[in-house]
T-cell receptor, first 108, second 113 residues
Framework: RKEVEQDPGPFNVPEGATVAFNCTYS??????FFWYRQDCRKEPKLLMS???SGNEDGRFTAQLNRASQYISLLIRDSKLSDSATYLC?????????FGAGTRLTVKP | EAEVAQSPRYKITEKSQAVAFWCDPI?????LYWYRQILGQGPELLVQ????????DSQLPKDRFSAERLKGVDSTLKIQPAELGDSAMYLC???????????FGEGSRLTVL
């Protein structure tokens, strides 16, 4: 079993749709969690950290469920510019492990 | 433009040749990672440095890969000899201590023919 697992997608949604990505992790001692965005042939960039209480940044909401070892990312009112691969990242004592990523395409 | 500098951006080589990648991290970032990313997959950790010391190289194929960070600043990743399966993007990242955020370089894309 991989340490970090994501639904690979692809997710193809129309503009304005709400889309949710899920991620599970195997190490119960994992300390911190992130969502990164990666555009085609570019380097990953931090989208948002994931806090225990859940957090929101504009149209993006991240949730953490430690009991189920599960992280989610919700994107509301999808824009064309949201098209990218979304990577779930889990930190185990500064050992940062990535999921395989979920590809999102937002269409007009 | 990424603050972590990597070179070369692109490298095409024949199998059995030697290849080297270089990374210059953000000043003051003690933790440095090398990742390999095959198209369509997530980044896979190869090696992690804390200053000049290797923290984790359990995923590094040590028969052909080596990495060093001699003065605890810039780092090199070497492959010798390169194999067809090594074709990938090699990403260097450094970590901000207080937030844990990773900052990536633009990567070095390797094609082995």
């Amino acid at each position: 079993r991989k340490e970090v697992e994501q639904d690979p997608g692809p997710f193809n949604v129309p503009e304005g749709a709400t889309v949710a990505f899920n991620c599970t992790y195997s190490n119960s001692a994992s300390q911190s969690f992130f969502w990164y965005r990666q555009d085609c042939r570019k380097e990953p960039k931090l989208l948002m950290s994931v806090y225990s209480s859940g957090n929101e940044d504009g149209r993006f909401t991240a949730q953490l469920n430690r009991a189920s070892q599960y992280i989610s990312l919700l994107i509301r009112d999808s824009k064309l510019s949201d098209s990218a691969t979304y990577l779930c990242v889990v930190n185990n004592e500064n050992d940062m492990r990535f999921g395989a990523g979920t590809r999102l395409t937002v269409k007009p | 433009e990424a603050e972590v500098a990597q070179s070369p951006r692109y490298k095409i080589t024949e199998k059995s040749q030697a290849v080297a990648f270089w990374c210059d991290p953000i000043s003051g970032h003690a933790t440095l990672y090398w990742y390999r990313q095959i198209l369509g997959q997530g980044p896979e950790l190869l090696v992690q440095f804390q200053d000049e010391s290797v923290v984790d190289d359990s995923q590094l194929p040590k028969d052909r890969f080596s990495a060093e960070r001699l003065k605890g600043v810039d780092s090199t990743l070497k492959i010798q000899p390169a194999e067809l399966g090594d074709s990938a993007m090699y990403l260097c990242a450094t970590q901000q201590l207080n937030t844990g955020e990773l900052f990536f370089g633009e990567g070095s894309r390797l094609t082995v023919l």
